[in-house]
């Protein structure tokens, strides 16, 4: 097993091991583990101590913004007010100064009461309770061993944790599906509660011991969740249920929020009160001694859990799960399942390829399957972003990320850029509020570029990073000029040159500070030795080379940038700067491919009228397909050299690249990039994912253009067809490319 | 007299938060930023995930 420890995060400190209620569902005393038998029935002050210790030099060692700690059984609160203070003490003390402590206690709430909330108030103890819906559903299994209800005072222990003073240590409820309650009842019982947030589990089983599927169906679970979720989605989702947003959040390229869905590694151990170090004690399902290491807090630091088979197994991602989950499409949402639900103790009956031990599908895997897919059908409408469908909407998402570089790097300067990036950010404010002018600047592609650079330059602290930073001056300055607002703005001058982004350059001969202001003929520029005055629309003068404007009939009025300090952002060298000869030949053959393209892809081409907005001579043909993040959308980078024949495709293919590179920038379009490789058509080697859509939305605007490209792109199309990488963003974009594909 | 832009910023501003109100530490602003950024180290408190517990 390879990869790099993955340190724990959330440590369950068994406090007590045993408990006042006799639940039949309860994987600790009634499934394959009885080790709970020979446990003390109270963790130690010895235990204790170790194991914050532990904790501490864990958290120390791995640099670890925070750790959780949840207190849990048995039940917990059986351990008593005085042992559970000793621990809330112990933590709290050797984590201070080292990591934040996240402090929880999940119990059945029984014991609950003043006594206990004003501790855990004192402590910053979180409280999770318990309750499997009304009391039918709770009466099914979690009755006192004597057979009585505990629903009663469990409503009672949830009503006290409700009352304000202790309201903010509520965590919400717990509940165990059991596919023979009512699922609306159950719902319904939780959420007239109102609790902070709810979790249902499926009960814990596995091959050996199959969930009991009560109706026959073999998406028993899943009909009952998606029940729940119809209901909880009609209610306008009152409470975040973690199941489902765990599942909304992978469809859409996020994170797992639960450990019993996903393929993120395990960042969690269990302490045993006798001072055992465990893997997750859901294990206790499978067989006896299951979730054992061998290890103990007084003996063993936590790394050496962490580096545990067991535990290592648990942080493979997709090389964890068995081979049919790897090919399955729902893998990055469900993640193989459960751990535990995995577990056969024999190879399946011949011909079924499942192996005895955890590497098979979950026994809940139909389930799975049916309620990811379930959610996703029901969602997938409203998750996507309307920037995939709507240009308009795609242009607003641009901007708006421009917007908060901006502000991002206002957050990273942290006060270091002084007084005169404070003024130039206030200005900022002032401006946008009065004018479209900061809207136009911030909207110029290479804009983007260097907000990003100067936002690395801080970060890894190179040289003159403050000075690029305070580059904001002279496109606030540009952006007065546009809105033509009687704004003073002052700016810093570079080797006597002063470039006014999306308008042009000045060619000062001084250096230091300058103040431009836009007057009624165009602007004034104020440098220490002179005052220069560039009038509208700004001809060449000897100090003066405004950015040039393509144009010509039939075409859309384009920068055509090769100024912008910036603009060096293609990964092959621009062009340093044309003559008014070369820029007019240049103009010419881009208006012809232009027309061109309009000729044979009207679509396509009357599209990119409304998005682009800046090109850039190259000095080669010879134009990478860039990842996200170098400049804004609306500029492409054009070889300076060839006709209307060779330019045409060059733009096109510019284009497509430029369209879904700005979409990447604005939403996830796929997730765990690079995980699986899979087949390209137009090369031998196995592509990751991103790559493999990159060509396949080249192609399939090619092939508008020029046929051969079809062939491949029809491949590629199929290939990405089933995906596990794809979110539902990036679904909706194959919906749309196979739509466009067989229009031709 | 103008100057050149083909692009109009009505729909954008209507509903938009004001430049210096943006806040950066908003989950939905970082995972923005996170998409064209390298983001720092993970430094975050993460969600707990155990399954027998909230």
Not at chain 1, 60 to 77: R, Y
Not at chain 2, 29 to 53: E, I, Y
């Amino acid at each position: 097993m390879t990869g790099p420890l993955v340190p724990f995060r959330e440590i369950v400190l068994k406090v007590h091991s045993r408990c006042d209620l006799a639940c039949d569902h309860c994987y600790i005393y009634e499934h394959a583990d009885q080790s709970w038998r020979t446990r003390p029935r109270t963790i130690s002050d010895e235990a204790i101590s170790w194991t914050a210790l532990r904790l501490a030099e864990h958290a120390k060692a791995h640099a670890l913004p925070s750790v959780s700690v949840i207190l849990h059984g048995g039940e917990p609160l059986l351990a008593g007010p005085a042992r559970l203070r000793r621990v809330c003490e112990e933590l709290t003390r050797a984590l201070d100064g080292v990591a934040a402590l996240d402090l929880r206690i999940h119990t059945n709430g029984l014991q609950l009461s003043p006594r206990y909330l004003d501790l855990f108030e004192e402590f910053g103890v979180r409280v999770g309770i318990s309750l499997d819906g009304d009391r039918a559903a709770n009466d099914r299994h979690r009755r006192f061993a004597d057979g009585r209800s505990s629903h009663s005072q469990v409503l009672k222990a949830v009503a006290l944790l409700r009352q304000d003073r202790y309201r903010p240590l509520d965590l919400g409820l717990l509940c165990t599906v059991d596919a023979a309650n009512d699922p609306v009842a159950v719902y319904d019982a939780l959420a007239a509660l109102d609790p902070p947030r709810i979790d249902f589990l499926l009960p814990h089983a596995t091959w050996d011991e199959p969930p009991p599927r009560p109706g026959g169906s073999p998406t028993e679970y899943a009909d009952w969740l998606l029940t729940v979720f119809d209901r909880w989605d009609a209610q306008g989702r009152p409470m975040p249920v973690r199941l489902f947003e765990s599942v909304l959040s992978t469809l859409s390229g996020g994170p797992s929020l639960t450990e019993s869905l996903g393929l993120a590694p395990t960042d969690l151990v269990v302490v045993e009160t006798d001072g055992a170090l465990e893997q997750v004690d859901s294990l206790k399902s499978a067989y006896e001694g299951a979730a054992a290491t061998g290890f103990d807090v007084f003996s063993h630091s936590f790394d050496e859990v962490a580096a545990h088979p067991g535990v290592r197994t648990r942080q493979l991602g997709l090389a964890g799960v068995s081979e049919t989950c790897r090919e399955c499409p729902v893998v990055r949402s469900c993640g193989g399942g459960l751990y535990t639900h995995r577990y056969r103790s024999e190879p399946a009956e011949a011909g079924t390829g499942a192996p005895g031990g955890f590497d098979n599908t979950s026994v809940y895997c139909a389930d799975l399957e049916a309620l990811i897919r379930g959610i996703e059908s029901r969602t997938a409408a409203a998750s996507v972003s309307p920037a995939l469908a709507d240009t308009g909407e795609l242009m607003v998402a641009q901007e708006e990320l421009t917007r908060s570089l901006l502000a991002g790097l206002h957050a990273e300067l942290g006060g270091r850029g002084g007084a005169e990036w404070q003024e130039a950010w206030e200005l900022a404010g002032a401006v946008e509020q009065h004018s479209d002018g900061l809207d136009e600047v911030l909207a110029h592609p290479y804009t983007r570029t260097w907000l990003i650079d100067a936002m690395a330059a801080l970060r890894e602290a190179r040289p003159g990073a403050l000075d690029t930073a305070l580059r904001l001056r002279s496109y606030v300055a540009a952006a007065v000029v546009r809105g033509r607002l009687d704004l003073p703005v002052r700016v810093g001058l570079t080797d006597g040159v002063l470039h006014l982004p999306t308008l042009g350059t000045l060619r000062t001969g001084t250096g230091g500070e300058a103040e431009v202001r836009a007057v009624e003929q165009g602007f004034l520029v104020r440098t220490p030795t002179a005052e220069l005055l560039v009038g509208h629309p700004g001809g060449t003068t000897p100090y003066w080379r405004p950015v040039r404007h393509l144009r010509r009939d039939g075409v859309p009025v384009l920068a055509l940038d090769d100024l912008d300090p910036y603009r060096d952002c293609f990964g092959t060298p621009v062009h340093p700067g044309l003559g008014d000869e070369a820029a007019a030949g240049w103009s010419d053959r881009l208006a012809a491919a232009w027309r061109l393209l309009g000729d044979t892809v009207p679509e396509q081409t009357a599209e990119a009228g409304r998005t682009l907005s800046t090109l850039t001579p190259l000095l080669t043909a010879d134009t990478p397909a860039r990842a996200p993040g170098h400049h804004g959308h609306g500029a492409l980078g054009v070889p300076l050299e060839g006709g209307a024949e060779e330019l045409a495709p060059a733009l096109l293919r510019g284009l497509r690249r430029a369209r879904l590179r700005a979409l990447t920038e604005v939403t996830d379009l796929y997730a765990l990039d690079g995980e699986w490789l899979r087949p390209a058509p137009w090369q031998e080697e196995p592509v990751p994912l991103s790559a493999l859509l990159a060509g396949a939305y080249e192609r399939v605007g090619l092939a508008a253009y020029d046929p051969r490209h079809r062939d491949q792109a029809r491949r590629a199309l199929d290939t990405l067809q089933d995906a596990a990488e794809l979110t539902v963003g990036g679904k909706s974009l194959l919906a749309v490319l196979r739509e466009e594909a067989d229009r031709g | 007299m103008t100057y050149q832009t083909s692009v109009t910023f009505a729909t954008a501003k209507k509903n938009r938060t004001p430049l210096a109100e943006i806040d950066v530490r908003d989950a939905g602003v970082a995972k923005k930023l996170g998409r064209v950024l390298p983001m720092p180290t993970d430094r975050t408190a993460r969600v707990s995930s155990f399954n027998s517990a909230l």
